[in-house]
């Protein structure tokens, strides 16, 4: 049977009209008469049977698919190194931030001697910064 528009293709593929035509771009065998993305579309009912029984439609997008699974694939383990790697950095600004923070108690702590053990301001020598003629 010879059918003449999207609408009785796709109804015959049991899919809307978009689906159909975005199916014609990966091989669905549908004729235009005329050339032209605009101009009608006729197929044969049963070319279009053996084209979705063969599998010509699910092998192009198993194609497709796999395609996708692999890239899938090597996404999540490069998020599951950058995870490692982001685990790693923690660890080790942690440990930076530790030592910086026991850094700063010693040197405030020295600062607190030092300036417990100072003899009084009158005890303290001043620099000559003036001149005396």
């Known amino acids: 049977m010879v059918l003449t528009s999207w609408k009785a293709i796709a ?3 049991r899919c809307s009209v978009r689906s159909a035509q975005r199916w014609e771009r990966v091989g669905l065998p549908v004729h235009r008469p005329f050339a032209g993305r605009r101009s009608y579309v006729t197929a044969d009912s ?11 439609f699910l092998r192009t997008n198993a194609v497709d698919r796999q ?13 599951r190194s950058a995870r490692v790697a982001l685990r790693n950095t923690r660890v080790a600004f942690r440990e930076t931030m530790d030592s910086l923070r026991n850094s700063i108690a010693v040197l405030q702590n020295q600062y607190r001697t030092e300036v417990t053990t100072l003899p009084p301001k009158s005890v303290i020598p001043r620099p000559n910064s003036e001149v005396n003629f």
């Open 67 to 79: 395609t996708d699974l692999q890239r899938a694939r090597e996404l999540r383990e490069e998020v």
């Open 46 to 56: 049963e070319t279009l049977d053996w084209w979705l029984r063969n599998g010509v």
């Open 11 to 13: 109804s015959h593929l």
